[in-house]
């Protein structure tokens, strides 16, 4: 989530609100009536008044039959009623089924399905759990336990099998699945030697209820092993400072693990330090163990020593967390046979992603072996990804997106409108229903054909919800229409601040499709709204700076002072960091990570983008480049060089900004911008 700063006022170009909204609205899909209603409905399931809701069914099995959200009334009338915890599911069994029958094609029914088995399930009644449960879709661990439980009863061997190989897997399990791991300790399959492993894991996941519950069924446990894994979380470099670890026992040597870990995501050195002065006395297994998290997170903290702890970790089989760190880290070290070394521990899934084919085309180059890197990226660049735009470019063959690409007839719209799921999704959009409205739409459109793919974008995009159609146009496999994946709303207002700010147009537009995809009232769960996701306190603070004497909170999502505010901020962190990947970055990292993450010298912007520490961040920034040099190549820059927009990020120690053909235009720098408060 973005961590900016936000203006508003005339000062900046702000025009007047507008008098309708530059994409076309949605027209009305449900009667007036049936839409109040339905929403007080929702409230009443909100409120668990089951009276309200009650009602509310009455009045739409009688004359709101026919309203497109009618289901949705009768399921938070049975979900309401299964949460009074009485013999509801027992009671209703012809109201269940005949939802589950009638709504067997919808996206309801599968949720309605799985809450219902689980008050069988406490209920024991067998006689509706088993024939329910066949039926299931969702792979639910709490629902598989209630079946696990009555098959062991039942004397069914096979079923203890699944539970162990469920126990030694090392999922989280709930309460309900310990009655089965009772079990398994009763007929000695969960065993000291199976338990650890899964104790383990769950500790290294932060699983820490689940880890004692599953500790407290071995044999001989130390009784103090809970209150040590709670002061182990709480201050892992107290409890390695004033622990001694006792080789001989398992549940101290998993207790020093634990710690280890813990003080390694934040400082993998000291964890480093701890390993070398307390722990020489575990197995050389545990000590590789070790290593691996430790060099894991010393990667992700761009530490010059986390290749060197990789090699003490050599007798461990990675996972493909550690592997992909190790790969990042070879890539900031300049180390291509690292850098094979971590893609060859890669799992096969894994070493398909973009990422991994074509940074071991690069190393397949750098060792001489050009047929090799040849037909890696060749491959590639028949992706529209930002690793595919990369190896595209090395190819010499820079994709040409048709912007007029194929066109819905009027039969297919029509065909596509006439989907019940869709009006569904299309209705809960309308009621400002967006979670349930994208679960409607997902379930539209999960089995359609290029052409029903792009006919449905079309019916997003005119009835003003350009997430659904940039989505459903993403999907399309041969098919395609460039024009609805990367459409140019409020082009007027944009092109207005863009240039005021001395911004690249097409990076504007890459960075809002990312960060709300066109929805001018997006919010996030922190209160991020509007096209750019603006803060309200970075809107405060930037309303200050540009002398706005009017701003008010409830103004963020105001297209035109949106796009001011956010488009003054992107010039600020572009000023202050020098660099639009390490503008990006900022703008959802905030600037002081950006900045830390840059190395001493400089780095490829590509190799920058992809050792980013945070998932969502790392994701973000490539994403946003990408869709900048579409909106590039839509506003007619023939062979735009992806290359040269990502450039070079300058390093801690460079005293010259990075080069991007993104900046060579800029405006002259203003001045540098305090680091957000959430920083």
């Known amino acids: 989530m973005p961590g900016k700063y936000c203006p508003a006022s005339t000062a900046v170009g702000v025009a007047p609100p507008p008098a309708a909204v530059q994409t076309p609205a949605a027209g009305l899909l449900g009667s007036e009536a049936g839409n109040r209603e339905f929403v007080a409905a929702r409230n009443a399931f909100d409120k668990r008044d089951i009276k ?19 289901s949705y009334v009768e399921y938070w009338w049975l979900l309401a009623n299964l949460g009074l915890g009485n013999n509801f599911a027992v009671s209703n069994v012809a109201d269940f089924n005949a939802f589950l029958t009638t709504q067997a094609d919808g996206v309801l029914a599968e949720n309605l399905r799985k809450e219902w088995l689980r008050a069988l399930g406490k209920l024991d009644r067998w006689d509706l759990f088993l024939p329910e449960f066949q039926r299931l879709n969702i792979d639910d661990a709490d629902l598989i336990c209630h079946q696990w439980r009555y098959r062991i009863a039942q004397g069914d061997g096979s079923a203890l099998t699944e539970a162990k190989s469920f126990w030694t897997g090392g999922r989280t399990a709930s309460d309900n699945c ?61 409890y390695l400072e004033k622990e001694k670890l006792n080789s001989r026992s398992r549940a101290s040597v998993e207790l020093f693990l634990f710690a280890i870990n813990r003080v390694a995501r934040s400082d993998a050195a000291k964890a480093a330090a701890f390993i070398e002065q307390k722990g020489k006395d575990l197995s050389v297994a545990d000590r590789g163990y070790a290593w691996a998290q430790i060099a894991m997170y010393g990667a992700m903290q761009h530490d010059p020593a986390a290749l060197g702890w990789y090699e ?30 971590a893609v060859d521990a890669m799992s096969p899934l894994e070493k398909r992603e973009p990422a991994w084919r074509y940074w071991l085309s690069r190393a397949d180059a750098a060792g001489g072996n050009e ?56 209705l809960l959009y309308q009621l400002d229903m967006k979670t349930e409205g994208v ?28 997430d659904r159609a ?56 922190v209160g991020a709204a509007g096209l750019m996701q603006l803060m309200p306190a ?46 990006t970055a900022a703008y959802n990292a905030g600037p002081g990570r950006a900045r830390r993450w840059r190395a001493n010298q400089a780095l490829e912007g590509a190799i920058y983008a992809e050792s980013i520490p945070f998932t969502e961040t790392r994701d973000y920034v490539k994403k946003v480049m990408t869709n900048a040099w579409f909106y590039s190549s839509q506003a007619g820059v023939a062979n735009a060089s992806f290359k040269k927009m990502i450039g070079t990020v ?24 305090p680091a957000p408060a959430n920083e």
Request: net charge positive; hydrophobic share 45%.
């Open 52 to 70: 309200a809701l009650t009602a509310a069914r009455g009045s739409f099995r009688a004359g709101l039959h026919d309203y497109p959200l009618a």
């Open 178 to 238: 310990y009655d089965v791991f009772e079990q398994l300790r009763a007929a000695q399959l969960v065993t000291t030697e199976n338990s650890w492993p899964r104790v383990r894991r769950l500790l290294e996941d932060n699983q820490l209820a689940d880890a004692r519950k599953s500790a407290a069924l071995i044999d001989k446990l130390p009784a103090s092993f809970e209150r040590y894994t709670a002061s182990a979380g709480l201050n892992p470099a107290a």
């Open 312 to 341: 003490d970790a050599n007798v461990v089989v990675l996972n493909d967390a550690q592997a992909t760190w190790r790969a990042r880290a070879a890539l900031r070290a300049g180390d291509w046979a690292a850098l094979r070394l």
């Open 371 to 426: 047929a090799g890197a040849a037909k890696l990226r060749e491959a590639l660049a028949r992706e529209n990804n930002f690793y595919g735009l990369l190896a595209a470019e090395e190819s010499g063959q820079l994709p040409t997106p048709n912007w007029k690409g194929w066109r819905p007839s009027a039969v297919d719209m029509t065909a596509v409108r006439q989907r019940p799921a869709l009006v569904r999704a299309l």
């Open 439 to 466: 679960r409607e739409w997902q379930f539209a459109i999960r089995n359609m054909n290029d052409q029903e793919l792009l006919a449905a974008a079309e019916v997003a995009r005119s009835a003003g919800v350009p």
């Open 470 to 525: 940039i989505g459903t146009a993403d999907r399309t496999i041969m098919l395609h229409d460039f024009s609805q994946r990367f459409p140019t709303p409020y082009r007027t207002d944009l092109q207005l601040q863009a240039r005021a700010q001395g911004l690249d147009e097409s990076w504007v537009y890459g960075l809002i499709r990312q960060e709300s995809r066109f929805m001018a009232d997006a919010k996030s769960r």
């Open 538 to 583: 970075t809107a405060k603070w930037a309303a200050r700076q540009v002398g706005m004497s009017a701003f008010s909170p409830q103004r963020v999502a105001d297209v035109p002072v949106n796009l001011a505010l956010g488009s003054f901020y992107l010039k600020h962190v572009l000023d202050d960091l020098g660099h639009p990947i390490l503008a």
């Open 650 to 673: 300058p390093g801690r120690l460079d005293n010259q900004r990075g080069i991007s053909t993104l900046v060579s235009a800029m405006a002259p720098a203003t001045p540098a911008v």
